[in-house]
């Protein structure tokens, strides 16, 4: 029980919550609507006793309240304007009861001092979240929200008219320093009002590298951090569903040069897959990350898998991967500025239009070979899963045109890396994979280790080894040069005798290293023939053991014994020197047709 604020007897107690307040009628009847209906509704005269349960802000706000009825001066504050003013309504303590009210005074400190300032504003925004519905009904969050989507556009055209009238270049750092000093307080609002917000300052024309700062502001403090591929808690799940599908329906527009930076989006998208969002949500992510992927980094494209209770699943998504570099690759049309594609198109000579991909100037070019590296990193890391399926990640590997890599260095070591993590692969998805690397595009470092690499083909080191020994032909007859047979195919015939990019090699100055890499590739030629001359060994072997697991066979292979063994009683002097001279001849068709 609260002690009463006169020293006069009470005769009205009322009711809040769990407090009891002793109070007296006629200061409270002159101030408060409410009440006075109350005891006029009451049946009782004499009555004594009421209950408020109901107000707003609890015991608190109404002591407040009530020390206004007695004339107190109170203290409004940007802690508890938005409580008295949603208690002032409650109890109807407005101008029709008495001059001067609680409701005019906590109206004029709103006009005064809160709906001017975008901080305070924020404040008792905040504030108004614990006073649903009563704040909404009186209109107080909408103005609030009007209120700082009007300052901070105010703001953003009067910062930028002073910098035209001054001629001050634009600072990145004042930028962030006028958006921070307000954006960062927008994560103390829920889901609910935050949305409300940012859609009222879109509207109004807020810059969009402004709202991208908000949201990842925002993103930060609501989301939690993905740690594993899945979140095991379904209520934080869903909630973590709802505030990351709401933040990627507020991102600014799609565009390549958008101010959303792309490791951010890939941290949504991550988040999305493990909170299991929507399609559309994912879709969007992904497209937006595929506009932007020549900005990107391996960390950004490595997006863990929802194994959905598989312990056999693949580490990293790669399906998803292939929508965002196939959506890269076709940007052609649509998603390219048209300065950018006045500068890479071109018309050939039967005015059919084509794409300059092999103008060192040209935006999709210089893109496209840094999302070739992106990639060659990227298969190389997730060649170490040993749970991804060959089929997989052969469809990564042909995910590029031929032009893209200049050099497949890195494509051969990605391979290379998943023949050895899975050596149980089948001889054709070993002989597919291998075929997406092209041997006129690999270094000679490559090309050395490749010719005695066990886990290729067959047929793919005696395709090394041939176009090594051709390039070495050549810089032999000082034909060409490195870069013209590997890369011609790249530059078109056209461009060979520009000079441009040209690598090649005097043979007077290397003569000696020529002879000594000729001599080196002799021996790899004769490495791999006794290869071959071995396969052919044991393929005949295995026919002849199909041959002799017959068992009608078995009657004819004693009597071919026994005829070859009179065979040699009566022949063997004929046959010894006859074998010696089919050696020689042998030897020499071998040495005729041998490396020169």
Request: charged letters at 25%; a positive charge; proline letters at 4%.
């Amino acid at each position: 029980m609260n002690a009463p604020i006169s020293d006069v007897s009470s005769d009205l107690t009322i009711e809040v919550g769990s407090a009891s307040f002793a109070l007296h009628k006629f200061p409270l009847v002159s101030r408060s609507g409410r009440i006075r209906k109350l005891l006029m509704e009451s049946k009782d005269s004499k009555i004594s006793r009421l209950n408020l349960s109901g107000v707003p802000g609890g015991p608190h706000a109404f002591e407040q309240a009530a020390k206004f009825c007695y004339g107190v001066n109170i203290d409004i504050s940007l802690a508890n304007i938005a409580t008295l003013r949603c208690a002032a309504h409650f109890l109807e303590m407005n101008e029709e009861y008495s001059e001067k009210n609680l409701e005019s005074r906590t109206e004029a400190y709103l006009k005064d001092s809160i709906l001017p300032s975008i901080p305070n504003s924020i404040t008792v925004l905040h504030h108004c979240q614990n006073l649903i519905p009563i704040s909404e009904d009186i209109n107080l969050v909408n103005r609030i929200i009007n209120g700082i989507a009007n300052n901070a556009c105010k703001e953003q055209l009067t910062s930028g008219l002073s910098k035209l009238e001054h001629n001050f270049p634009p600072k990145p750092a004042e930028t962030e320093i006028n958006s921070d000093w307000w954006g960062k307080s927008l994560a103390l609002l829920n889901l609910d009002f935050f949305q409300r917000v940012l859609s009222a300052v879109k509207t109004k024309g807020l810059k969009q590298d402004i709202i991208s700062r908000i949201l990842i502001n925002y993103a930060q403090n609501a989301l939690v951090p993905v740690k594993g591929s899945t979140i095991s808690d379904l209520d934080m799940q869903k909630k973590q569903r709802v505030t990351v599908e709401t933040i990627v329906s507020l991102l600014p527009t799609q565009s390549r040069k958008s101010s959303v930076p792309i490791a951010f989006l890939s941290s949504l998208l991550k988040s999305t897959i493990a909170a299991g969002g929507s399609t559309s949500c994912r879709c969007d992510l992904e497209r937006r990350i595929g506009l932007q992927l020549d900005q990107a980094i391996l960390e950004d494209i490595l997006i863990p898998v929802n194994p959905h209770g598989n312990n056999h699943s693949p580490l990293y998504d790669t399906d998803s991967v292939v929508r965002i570099f196939s959506m890269f690759l076709n940007l052609d049309e649509d998603d390219v500025d048209d300065d950018e594609e006045d500068n890479r198109r071109m018309r050939n000579d039967e005015g059919e239009m084509v794409y300059d991909f092999d103008s060192p100037g040209s935006p999709k070019q210089s893109s496209i070979i840094k999302v070739s590296k992106l990639l060659d990193n990227y298969l190389a890391e997730v060649a170490l899963d040993s749970n991804l399926s060959p089929s997989k990640f052969t469809a990564l590997s042909e995910l590029l045109p031929d032009h893209a890599r200049v050099v497949q260095d890195g494509l051969y070591r990605a391979v290379d890396i998943f023949l050895k993590v899975h050596p149980n692969m089948k001889d054709s998805e070993r002989y597919r994979l291998c075929k997406t690397i092209d041997c006129q595009k690999l270094t000679q470092e490559a090309c050395s280790h490749a010719a005695q690499n066990e886990r290729l083909p067959v047929q793919m080191a005696v395709q090394v080894l041939y176009f090594e020994q051709i390039r070495l032909r050549n810089a032999m007859n000082g034909v060409g040069g490195h870069n013209q047979f590997f890369f011609g195919s790249i530059n078109g015939p056209n461009r060979a005798g520009s000079g441009a990019g040209s690598g090649c090699i005097s043979p007077r100055d290397n003569y000696a290293s020529v002879r000594r890499e000729n001599r080196e590739l002799k021996l790899e030629v004769a490495r791999m023939r006794m290869r071959l001359t071995d396969l052919e060994k044991d393929h005949v072997t295995m026919k002849q053991d199909l041959v002799r697991s017959h068992p009608a066979n078995r009657l004819f292979k004693s009597f071919t014994k026994k005829l070859s063994k009179l065979n040699l009683l009566f022949r063997f002097k004929d046959g010894g020197s006859k074998a010696n001279s089919e050696s020689k001849l042998l030897f020499q068709k071998r040495r005729r047709h041998s490396v020169s």
